[in-house]
């Protein structure tokens, strides 16, 4: 466990380089920053990959030889939730696949909407979003676990074992974890998820029987990105929706509301209740 996915993203692409030996990063144009950043302290070159409208990794823009390169997909992209194409895994020397957001939803009805991410080498998933965790809980998961932890040891003669990854002393990170876990068991989990991606649906159906709104696509992770037809009225709309409604992400140039739906409780009637005070 680590506190944070960019942690996880760091500790998998430092086992990436040491374990395989790459060069490289290649991570869509789309991919979380904590990506840039692992390649920039692991002293990795970073190559970015378009994206569709939506955001994902647009295949055919890949260079053939990826013999030197650790392909990071995305599975669940911070601004719209895409899903890059999880079948590529295997065809770069290491393959992660950043799951901070969506992994979970493999434990769900719908989990073959990441069909493929059992070929990555590594995967870090956030356990403070759909594992519903206080903030700083994520994990990070390695096909080959005894050669990843053997590639990010290192001891000193003051340990009595030597440290697995980036961090020094560390507290029981896993134990709000495990007590969740414990209380609501898989299938509890799964099912709080799954009512995050109703209530997503929801949202998109909100937007789609309005038509004063545009809908970026149909959520396949639970985020929903939409906005006003008359985008000169974005700005009003943002200062009249309540404060911690939506927030708001830049998509080639465009601005866009966001939801990502976390909160297995949330309420998309106060949505609909918001919009009917923002200006027409
Ligand atoms: C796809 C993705 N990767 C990585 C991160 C970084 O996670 P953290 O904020 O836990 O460091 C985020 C956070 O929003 C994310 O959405």
């Known amino acids: 466990m680590t506190p944070g996915s960019t942690l996880a993203n760091l500790t998998a692409l430092w086992a990436a380089r040491d374990?395989?030996?790459?060069?490289?990063?290649?991570?869509?144009?789309?991919?979380?920053?904590?990506?840039?950043?692992?390649?920039?302290?692991l002293g990795l070159k970073l190559r970015q990959i378009p994206t569709t409208p939506t955001g994902a990794m647009i295949e055919d823009a890949l260079p053939s030889?990826?013999?030197?390169?650790a392909l990071v997909l995305t599975a669940g992209t911070t601004s719209t939730g895409a899903i890059d194409p999880l079948a590529l895994g295997g065809r770069a020397?290491?393959?992660?696949?950043d799951a901070a957001w969506a992994g979970p939803m493999r434990l769900t009805r719908l989990s073959?909407?990441?069909?493929?991410?059992?070929?990555?080498?590594?995967?870090?998933?956030?356990?403070?979003?759909?594992?519903?965790?206080?903030?700083?809980?994520?994990?990070?998961?390695?096909?080959?676990?005894?050669?990843?932890?053997?590639?990010?040891?290192m001891g000193g003669t003051y340990l009595a074992v030597p440290n697995v990854g980036i961090l020094g002393s560390h507290?029981?990170?896993a134990i709000p974890l495990l007590a969740t876990l414990m209380a609501w068991g898989r299938e509890g989990m799964a099912e709080r998820i799954e009512r995050c991606l109703d209530v997503a649906e929801s949202i998109a159906k909100l937007v789609n029987d309005d038509?004063?709104?545009?809908?970026?696509?149909?959520?396949?992770?639970?985020?929903?990105?939409?906005?006003?037809?008359?985008?000169?009225?974005?700005?009003?709309?943002?200062?009249?929706?309540?404060?911690?409604l939506v927030s708001t992400t830049t998509l080639r140039?465009?601005?866009w509301f966001r939801n990502a739906v976390a909160n297995p409780m949330a309420n998309p009637l106060a949505i609909s209740e918001a919009m009917k005070c923002v200006p027409l």
């Open 19 to 41: 374990c395989a030996g790459v060069t490289e990063v290649v991570a869509s144009d789309m991919a979380h920053l904590s990506i840039a950043k692992a390649a920039h302290i």
């Open 65 to 69: 030889d990826l013999s030197r390169s």
């Open 93 to 97: 020397a290491w393959t992660h696949v």
């Open 112 to 153: 073959d909407r990441l069909d493929g991410i059992e070929k990555a080498d590594s995967v870090a998933v956030s356990a403070h979003k759909w594992f519903f965790q206080p903030k700083e809980s994520a994990l990070v998961f390695f096909k080959d676990v005894e050669k990843a932890h053997a590639a990010i040891s």
């Open 171 to 173: 507290g029981a990170m």
């Open 211 to 244: 038509p004063r709104l545009e809908l970026l696509a149909w959520p396949v992770t639970g985020v929903v990105n939409w906005r006003p037809k008359d985008t000169s009225v974005f700005d009003a709309w943002h200062q009249a929706l309540p404060e911690a």
């Open 253 to 255: 140039g465009d601005r």
